[in-house]
C-alpha cells in the first residue's frame, strides 16, 4: 500500500472481524494489507468485493467442498459482496489439444446446468440475495487476440513456469502447452475485471490468485488480497474428503445419514470441523472447546455440530428428528464418544456383511458374525441387520456388534 | 510426405529449378519435399506459393535487404507465386510490456507509409504484377482471445524456448514476457492463412519458419518448406552490410557511386554477390567464372555485376552513363582490380580528406596530402578534389594519390 494512501483505524470491531475471517485458513496474504481493506470498509461503509472462482464442470459437491463458501458465509455476514464467478469462458474452451481428457469442452448448456447445479447447492450456505453471480464470458468473450497478447505482455513466462506443476513437469520435460499458460492469466484478468479486493480458493490455488493479485497492480488497481482454505480431512480423520476415498458426507445425503456420519469422527477431527465446517461465532467455539476441557461430554458439541450440518443442507425440523433417531438407535450414552476405525477391501465393488464383521476384527470368523445378525446383535449406521446375505458397497459404516463391540469401517 | 500420397517424376528441368532455387541458400528444409512440390507444380501447372513475411517498421533498405527478394524473383521466374505479407497486425501491437523501446508500436498511417516505401523499394527487384501482396491483419484483427488459446494449444512451452534468443535469456534469467511466446505462433499461423508452400527469411528467421511449417501440420495442412538467405557483406569484404558499418550500397543511391561502390569490391567476395545479388542463370554465372579462372580479367565481370545492379536500381541508360563516367573517371585500366582496405576513425562523425589522407597510408603527413590536392593528384570515387577544407562523413570512398597509391577507405 503506497504511503500517501489514507490509513484507517483499526479498532476491536476491525480485529474481530479479522479473527473471525482467519479462522481455520490455510494462508492469508497479505494479512496488514486485508486489516486496512476491513478498517477501510468499515469506515466508508463500502463493502469489500469478494471472489470464488468456479469452474463449472462438477456439480456435485460434497461437505469438504463448502469449506471455502463458509468462509464466504462469513464474510457476507460481515456485510461484505461475495462474487460467485462462473468460469464459463474456459470451461466452454476445454483443453483444446486433445490432450487433457478430463477437460472436455463443455457445451453452453452443459455449462448452465452445471453452474445452477452448483448455484444450487451452495444456496445451502450462502445468502443468495448477497451474492452477486457473474460469468468471465461477460468480458473474456469480447477479448480479441491484441487484448490478449497486451495482458500477456504484463506477466513473464519464467513467473508463470514457477507454478508447482509446471515447474515439475517443465523440469521432467513433460510437454506443457502454450495456452496452460494463458489460463492462469485468464483467471487473474477476472479480478482486474471484477476489481476484487479479495480472491478465496483451495491451498492449490495459491499461485492462480497471485497472478491476479499481480495483474490488478498492472492494471493499476489496488491489488486483491488472497484467502486459502484447507482442504477438509474426511470422516476416516486421515485423508482429504474425497468420493473415491469414500469418506465423505454428500450435501444430498439423507439427514440421518449425515447425522450418523458427523457423530462418528473422531473428537480431534470434530475441532477442525468447527472451525471449517461451523457458522459458529469463534467465542461460541471457544467457550464450547473450553466446557469439554473442564468435564463436558465432547458428545454433546459432536450434536451440535452435527444439527447444525444437517439444518444447513436439511432444515431444524429433519435436524431434531436425526438426533431423536439416531438417539433411539443407539440408546443415549451407549454409543462410546471415540470408535475405532478400520479399513476393510472390497471384492468386486461390495463384501458381505458377515466378511466385512469378521474382517473388521468385531468377530472371530464369519460364522460368529452370522450368529449375531441371526440374534439381532448387529447393527449398521444404528439400524438393526437381518439379512446375512447384505452385501456391503465402497463407503463408511459404523458397525455395532452386541453393545460393546464398536468399528467405523472404511469399505474400499 | 505420407506414403499414400501421390509421388511425380523429377526430370531434368525440376532439377534445374531446384539448383537455380539453391543457388546461394543458407538452408532449404526439407530439399526432398521441396523437390516433389515442385515436381507436381510443374506436372499440375499449379504455381507453388512462396511467403516472404515483412516487419513493416524500417522502410529505408539498402543492397543486403534485396538477398532475399532476388530469390524471390528467381521464384517469380519459373511461375511460382509470391506473397508478399506485411506484418501490420503485430506492428500496430508493438511491444505492450514497453520493456522493448525499439518496438513501439505504428500507426495505421505509418505502417502503410512504411509498407508502400517497401514495395516500391522492393518493386525494383520484384514483378509487381506477379505479387501477392497481403496483410496479416486480415485474419489476425478477427481472432478471438478463444481463437489465440486455441492456436497455443499447438505448440508446447518447450518449444518455443528453444528459439535461440529465448533460451539464452531463460537461462540468464533475463525475463522473456508471455507474449513474446505468443508473436512467433501468430507469425505461424500467417503461413496456415495463407496455404504457403514455401517460406523466405534470413538466416535468423529459421526458427520462427520452422514454426509455421508445424502449425500447418496441426492444421492438417502440407507443410511448408523453409528456405533462408545468408546474411550479405559488405563492401569491407568482411562485416554484414549494414548502416552502421558503413559498407553498403544503397538501393536509391546515384548510379555513378552504386557502380564505383560495385567495383571497388575483392573479386572473391564479387562471386559472392554474384550468387545472391544477380539474376544470371547459374549456367551463365558459371561460364563467367571459367573465362576468369582461364585468364579473363575479372574487372570485366565486376562491371557487369556492377551494370546489372545499376541497372536494376536505375535503368539501363543510367548504367551503361555509370560505366563511361567510372572509365572517364579511372582511365581504363588505371584502376588496380583488388584495393587495399582501410579503416579509418572519424571525430565527431567527421574528418578532414588531408588527415584521412594521411590515416590511410596513402602520405606520410598531413602536408605532403596536401600538397597533392594542390597539385590536383588526389581523387574521391574518381573524382578530383580541390578543397583542403573537405570534410568527410562516415562511409566507403575509394581514394587515388597519384597514379599508383589506391585505397579503399572506410571511415567511421
Given at each position: 500500500?503506497?504511503?500517501n494512501e489514507?490509513?484507517?483505524p483499526?479498532?476491536p470491531?476491525v480485529?474481530?472481524?479479522l479473527?473471525t475471517?482467519?479462522r481455520g485458513?490455510?494462508?492469508?496474504l497479505i ?9 477501510r470498509?468499515?469506515?466508508t461503509?463500502k ?15 460434497h ?6 463458501l ?11 459482496t461475495v ?6 469462458f ?8 486433445g ?11 452443459q455449462?448452465e446446468?452445471?453452474?445452477?447445479t ?14 452477486e ?9 469480447k477479448?480479441?487476440a491484441?487484448d490478449m ?17 509446471f ?5 521432467e520435460?513433460?510437454?506443457?502447452a502454450m ?5 492462469p492469466?485468464?483467471?487473474g484478468?477476472?479480478?482486474v ?9 483451495g ?8 497472478v ?9 488497481q489496488?491489488p ?12 476416516d ?10 469418506n ?5 445425503d439423507?439427514a ?20 471449517l ?6 467465542a ?10 473442564e ?22 425440523e429433519a ?10 438407535r ?9 470408535i475405532p ?7 468386486d465393488?461390495?463384501?458381505?456383511v ?8 468385531l468377530?472371530?470368523?464369519?460364522g ?20 446375512r446375505?447384505?452385501k456391503?458397497?465402497a463407503?463408511?459404516?459404523t458397525?455395532?456388534v ?8 472404511i469399505?474400499?
Open positions: 500500500m503506497s504511503e489514507k490509513m484507517f483499526v479498532g470491531e480485529k474481530e472481524a479473527a475471517i482467519k485458513v490455510d494462508t492469508l494479512e496488514s494489507e486485508f486489516e486496512q481493506k476491513l478498517a470498509s468499515m469506515a461503509g463493502p469489500l468485493r469478494c471472489k470464488l472462482g468456479l469452474d463449472p464442470t462438477a456439480p456435485d459437491i461437505v469438504g467442498h463448502t469449506v471455502v463458509n468462509k464466504l458465509r462469513q464474510l457476507q455476514d460481515l456485510g461484505h462474487i460467485f464467478l462462473i468460469g464459463d474456459t470451461a466452454a474452451i476445454g483443453d483444446p489439444s490432450r487433457n481428457v478430463t477437460r472436455p469442452p463443455l457445451s453452453r448448456e455449462i446446468i452445471n453452474a445452477k452448483y448455484l444450487d447447492q451452495a444456496s445451502l450456505i450462502l445468502d443468495r440475495e448477497k451474492t453471480i457473474r460469468y468471465n464470458s461477460e468480458w473474456s468473450d477479448m480479441t491484441t497478447i497486451k495482458l500477456a505482455s504484463r506477466y513473464t513466462v519464467a513467473r508463470l513456469l514457477e507454478r508447482d506443476d515447474a515439475k513437469r517443465y523440469a520435460q513433460a510437454p506443457i495456452h496452460e499458460l494463458l489460463y492469466l485468464m483467471q484478468y477476472d479480478s475485471a471484477l476489481h476484487a479486493d479479495l480472491e478465496l480458493g491451498s492449490d490455488q495459491r499461485f492462480n490468485l497471485l491476479g493479485r499481480e495483474l490488478q497492480r498492472q492494471y493499476d489496488e486483491q488480497c488472497i484467502l486459502t482454505m484447507p482442504l477438509l480431512v474426511g470422516l480423520g486421515v485423508n482429504k474428503m474425497s468420493k473415491s476415498k469414500h465423505y458426507i454428500g450435501i444430498t439423507k440421518d445419514d449425515m447425522f450418523g456420519k458427523v457423530m462418528s469422527i473422531s473428537d480431534a477431527l470434530m475441532w477442525d470441523w468447527y472451525d465446517l461451523s457458522l459458529r461465532s469463534n461460541e467455539i471457544a467457550d464450547l472447546k473450553k466446557q469439554c476441557e468435564g463436558r461430554n465432547p458428545r454433546d458439541a459432536k450434536v451440535l455440530l452435527a444439527k447444525e450440518i444437517v439444518e444447513r443442507f436439511h432444515d431444524k435436524a431434531d428428528a436425526a438426533e431423536v433417531e439416531f438417539n433411539n443407539f440408546r443415549a450414552g451407549e454409543m462410546p464418544s471415540e476405525e478400520v479399513n476393510v477391501a472390497a471384492n465393488g461390495e463384501i458381505g458377515g466378511k466385512m464383521i469378521k474382517e473388521a476384527g468377530c472371530p470368523s464369519v460368529e458374525a452370522n450368529r449375531n445378525i441371526d440374534q439381532g446383535g448387529v447393527r449398521i449406521n444404528g439400524e438393526r441387520i437381518a439379512d446375505g447384505l456391503l458397497k463407503g463408511t459404516y458397525v455395532q452386541g453393545k460393546r463391540k464398536w468399528a467405523k469401517v469399505v474400499h
